[in-house]
């Protein structure tokens, strides 16, 4: 599947940033090695910026907007960032454990080589999102809306997608075992060796119990 990249310039002037600010908008700027850790501003609308090193850990985020964006080897565990926006925006080798995007609007979005274990995805709407060797252990995508996306190689046991909708999802080298809500599975597309463990969520889904043992009639 095709993830469109984010249109940036091949020079973007450096800016420096100590805080943000609710409303505060950066355009056109390359950002690195900025600790906004802990900062709490909503509105915030990042464009054609490419962020470095930029610790955004904790930080609250609410709403927002991130349109031709690119953040590499960023730590952004813990990040609160509900009803967000994204579109052509990657994310490379980024920490992001605990991550909440519920309620986020994601289009042409790619996390490479990133940590989101324990992220909270729930109820967001994505298309042509794709996830490159990423771990999502116990990731949340309840009620989330996948459409035309991909999981490749990625860690995703114990996540949970009860209730998801998954139109042509791919799951091509990932690991699924332990997950919730396997019914979700509907129209997704699995390897072979993926058959067991999807379908061990479903049987746990069902509670069907899988034994060989005969009732005794005593």
Do not use: Y
């Not at 699924?176 to 061990?200: K, S, Y």
């Amino acid at each position: 599947m095709t993830v469109a990249e984010p249109r940036l310039a091949r020079e973007l002037p450096v800016a420096r940033h100590d805080g943000l600010e609710p409303d505060e908008e950066w355009t056109s700027e390359s950002i690195e090695s900025a600790d906004l850790t802990g900062v709490e501003a909503d509105h915030v609308e990042l464009r054609e910026c490419a962020l470095r090193d930029v610790r955004l850990t904790g930080a609250n985020l609410e709403q927002l907007t991130l349109i031709d964006a690119r953040f590499a080897d960023c730590e952004l565990s813990g990040m609160i960032a509900t009803e967000a926006s994204m579109r052509r925006v990657e994310f490379l080798r980024c920490r992001m454990a605990g991550v909440v995007m519920s309620d986020a609007k994601l289009r042409d979005v790619r996390f490479v080589d990133c940590k989101l274990d324990d992220a909270n995805i729930r109820f967001a709407t994505a298309e042509q999102t794709r996830f490159d060797g990423c771990s999502l252990a116990t990731a949340d995508f309840t009620g989330t809306t996948l459409t035309a996306s991909a999981f490749f190689s990625c860690d995703l046991r114990r996540a949970i997608f009860t209730k998801a909708t998954l139109p042509g999802a791919r799951f091509a080298g990932s690991q699924l075992e332990g997950i919730v809500g396997a019914g979700a599975f509907r129209g997704a597309v699995i390897g072979t060796d993926q058959v067991l463990p999807v379908a061990l969520g479903i049987f746990a889904d069902l509670k069907i119990t899988v034994t060989d043992e005969q009732a005794s009639d005593q």
